[in-house]
């Protein structure tokens, strides 16, 4: 029902700044919550950011609170991830994923196949 296909990850400077891009397809996007979740080689799947279907509650991971800023905008069927003041820890690939509840998002029913983050130092 919902394809995830992200965009604009790149390779920045630390202390630099990306904004990242998920565009969905299929009519039910505006009732789904949406997160960005990344994973760096060796490592395994961790929480970025969430929003929820209405954009009125977002939640953060420590790691990206003060930094990062999610946002959607359900007209676009498009959510963002503005990422700001990176650190090389931050390279990772980054994925969106959609679930009709933000309970389920750690196991969404439907995820992009990722865009590339990497931050030099």
């Known amino acids: 029902q919902v394809q995830l296909v992200e965009s604009g990850g790149g390779l920045v400077q630390a202390g630099g700044s990306l904004r990242l891009s998920c565009a969905a397809s299929?009519?039910?996007?505006?009732?789904?919550?949406m997160g960005w979740f990344r994973q760096a080689p060796g490592k395994e799947r961790e929480f970025v950011a969430a929003?929820?279907?209405?954009?009125?509650?977002?939640y953060y991971a420590d790691s990206a609170k003060g930094r990062f800023t999610i946002s959607r905008d359900n007209s676009k069927t498009t959510v963002y991830l503005q990422m700001n003041s990176l650190k090389p820890e931050d390279t990772a690939v980054y994925h969106c994923?959609?679930?009709?509840?933000?309970?389920?998002?750690?196991?969404?029913?439907?995820w992009g196949q990722g865009t590339q983050v990497t931050v030099s130092s």
């Open positions: 994923a959609a679930d009709p509840s933000l309970a389920g998002l750690s196991r969404a029913d439907y």
């Open positions: 929003v929820s279907w209405s954009g009125g509650s977002t």
């Open positions: 299929g009519r039910t996007f505006s009732t789904y919550a």
